[in-house]
């Protein structure tokens, strides 16, 4: 599906493929350290791997297009527990030259539109507190603060920060 940027530029937001690995392992590889800021760097191609692209089976992904360009990475984790049926984990980045023209908005939107589609009851994700920004991407499509583990990440500022457990029932 295309997506218009408040910007005006066009992405092309699709699932994810086997051949989308080198794209996004260059798109993450490239991020700057303010789009990692609140991530778990370093993004390698064998961290990648072991971690996003391990168990495919039980993940929706997607991935943003600008032209041959990588520019956004969603992915939904599904618990495999039988204790934890319906339940997935959900994380996204996007290269920051797609920030703040409602790229997160929009992929966040079509991951849970899959979700329901697939019959996820819940979504659930943690995100820094000081990450204001993705926190109202969150709320704006309907995720709910549930809880707040206090001094959870440590930043590369050197200081300890919150961290905010989020969800999304879907039915």
Same mark, same amino acid.
């Given at each position: 599906?295309?997506?218009?940027?408040?910007?005006?530029?066009?992405?092309?937001?699709?699932?994810?493929?086997?051949?989308?690995?080198?794209?996004?392992?260059?798109?993450?590889?490239?991020?700057?350290?303010?789009?990692?800021?609140?991530?778990?760097?370093?993004? #390698? /191609?064998?961290?990648? $791997?072991?971690?996003?692209?391990? %168990?495919?089976?039980?993940?929706?992904?997607? &991935?943003?297009? =600008?032209?041959?360009?990588?520019?956004?990475?969603?992915?939904?984790?599904?618990?495999?527990?039988?204790?934890?049926?319906?339940?997935?984990?959900?994380?996204?980045?996007?290269?920051?030259?797609?920030?703040?023209?409602?790229?997160?908005?929009?992929? #966040? /939107?079509?991951?849970? $539109?899959?979700?329901?589609?697939? %019959?996820?009851?819940?979504?659930?994700?943690? &995100?820094?507190? =000081?990450n204001e920004i993705?926190?109202?991407?969150?709320?704006?499509?309907?995720?709910?603060?549930?809880?707040?583990?206090?001094?959870?990440?440590?930043?590369?500022?050197?200081?300890?920060?919150?961290?905010?457990?989020?969800?999304?029932?879907?039915?």
């Open positions: 599906m295309k997506i218009r940027l408040k910007d005006g530029r066009e992405v092309v937001v699709r699932r994810f493929t086997e051949d989308d690995k080198d794209g996004v392992a260059e798109m993450m590889a490239s991020l700057s350290d303010e789009a990692v800021r609140w991530g778990m760097p370093p993004y #390698t /191609r064998d961290r990648l $791997e072991r971690g996003w692209f391990s %168990g495919m089976e039980n993940v929706t992904a997607l &991935v943003a297009v =600008d032209g041959d360009r990588f520019a956004g990475y969603a992915g939904l984790r599904k618990q495999t527990h039988p204790r934890r049926r319906g339940t997935s984990g959900y994380n996204i980045y996007l290269h920051q030259d797609y920030h703040n023209v409602g790229l997160g908005t929009a992929m #966040t /939107r079509r991951i849970v $539109e899959l979700a329901s589609e697939e %019959g996820v009851h819940r979504i659930g994700l943690s &995100v820094v507190a =000081d993705a926190i109202r991407v969150y709320e704006k499509v309907g995720f709910v603060v549930e809880g707040r583990l206090r001094d959870a990440y440590f930043g590369d500022d050197g200081r300890y920060h919150d961290e905010v457990h989020m969800g999304l029932i879907l039915g």
